[in-house]
């Protein structure tokens, strides 16, 4: 398969050939739903944290003598149903992570390509590189190209200038090849790589 390759500047650059194991596939969305589901518990922190009972401040001595006063048994003021007191079964630190197999997570990015190629929303640049880190000029040459929600991938080493200058533009991110995700593509309106991002996923998947 082959795809129209531009320039910033809105300019052809000739061609690209993409393979259909990566960019042709059926986009199977449980597979799509697993993997997202996978990276946002990976990314939850899980460190929200309720009191036990061993840990409020709050006298443990008896609150009044068991027999006599007519009024239920009790012992400590720590008891959830006091107020002041604990929180019964409350959340607890812990890891939100759990187990995807790693041809799984492999395959859920070949079908997050396939499906933004299917709906005409890959574009492929010659190389994401700007002269000078100056936003309004990028910021320009975006809107030239009708890019106002998308994800930049570039090579395994980024211009700087670039990223610097994309950096303020909202609904804008770049990352290197190495950070490619299924989250990130399908979060984004246009998916922009580059030459190299092609290759290097080319030579990723052979």
Not at 49 to 77: D, I, L, P
Not at 93 to 102: A, M
Not at 193 to 204: D, G, H, I, P, T
Request: glycine share 8%; charged share 25%; net charge positive.
């Amino acid at each position: 398969m082959e795809l129209n390759v531009k320039t910033l500047e809105g300019k052809d650059a000739g061609t690209v050939s993409i393979s259909d194991a990566i960019f042709g596939l059926e986009p199977r969305e449980d597979i799509l739903a697993r993997m997202i589901r996978w990276q946002l518990a990976k990314k939850q922190q899980g460190t929200h944290q309720s009191q036990t009972r061993g840990e409020v401040s709050r006298t443990g001595a008896k609150m009044y003598k068991q027999k006599g006063t007519g009024r239920a048994r009790h012992h400590s003021a720590r008891a959830p149903q006091f107020r002041g007191g604990a929180k019964a079964h409350g959340p607890v630190s812990r890891s939100h992570e759990h187990d995807l197999p790693k041809k799984v997570r492999a395959l859920a990015l070949r079908h997050a390509l396939s499906a933004k190629l299917k709906s005409e929303d890959v574009i492929v640049l010659d190389q994401l590189v700007a002269s000078e880190a100056k936003t309004k000029a990028l910021s320009g040459a975006f809107a030239s190209l009708g890019l106002t929600n998308a994800l930049f991938i570039g090579g395994a080493e980024l211009d700087n200038n670039f990223k610097l200058a994309a950096r303020n533009i909202p609904n804008i991110d770049v990352l290197p090849i190495q950070g490619i995700n299924v989250y990130d593509i399908l979060r984004c309106g246009k998916l922009v790589l580059s030459k190299a991002a092609v290759e290097a996923l080319e030579e990723r998947f052979k």
